[in-house]
């Protein structure tokens, strides 16, 4: 991990580099946009985080990390509410597992080598019902295309994620949590 994340900045400009390029070929010509926010009522269902190394403009935790300053290079500490930039989501959620403390909201992929590597080292996972509608940079609640998911880390994490209380379906992970 650390060598993936020493490289780190590097990668995700050669990442969104790629993602503009694929999206050029494919005729789309809005630009990305990672700036997709927590609705607060998730993070506050599952109660009591000590970091949010990726926050947008709300407080979901004690400290709140926001760009420019780069949540991935910080040192984490405690339980860690998690909404990576799904723009580059593998390397946030390799440093999640490895921190073994927080829960991380994610696109459903359930499909891609990124999301089972990541659900395999979780202790629960939440697939949501129905879209949750996050907050644009405007202020406007706007849906996604795809479901969402939250994946718990260490034990009392799962037990949190488990007992929140949010509409979806709760699993644990095999030999884990």
Do not use: Q, R
């Given at each position: 991990m650390g060598d993936t994340l020493r490289g780190g900045e590097g990668a995700l400009r050669l990442r969104a580099k790629s993602i503009a390029l694929s999206r050029q070929n494919l005729g789309l010509t809005k630009p990305y946009s990672d700036e997709w926010y927590t609705p607060p009522e998730i993070p506050a269902a599952i109660g009591g985080f000590d970091l949010d190394p990726s926050a947008g403009p709300s407080n979901h935790a004690k400290v709140n990390i926001r760009q420019p300053e780069c949540g991935l290079m910080a040192p984490w500490h405690g339980r860690v509410w998690l909404n990576p930039p799904y723009l580059?989501?593998?390397?946030?959620?390799?440093?999640?597992?490895?921190?073994?403390?927080?829960v991380a909201l994610l696109n459903a992929r359930a499909e891609t080598k990124w999301f089972q590597a990541a659900a395999s080292k979780a202790g629960g996972v939440l697939w949501l019902r129905g879209r949750v509608k996050f907050i644009r940079p405007d202020g406007s609640r706007c849906g996604v295309p795809v479901g969402s998911v939250?994946?718990?880390?260490?034990?009392?994490?799962?037990?949190?994620l488990r007992n929140c209380g949010l509409k979806g379906v709760f699993m644990t992970v095999s030999g884990q949590g």
């Open positions: 580059d989501a593998p390397l946030w959620m390799e440093k999640m597992a490895a921190h073994n403390n927080g939250l994946l718990a880390y260490g034990e009392s994490a799962t037990e949190a």
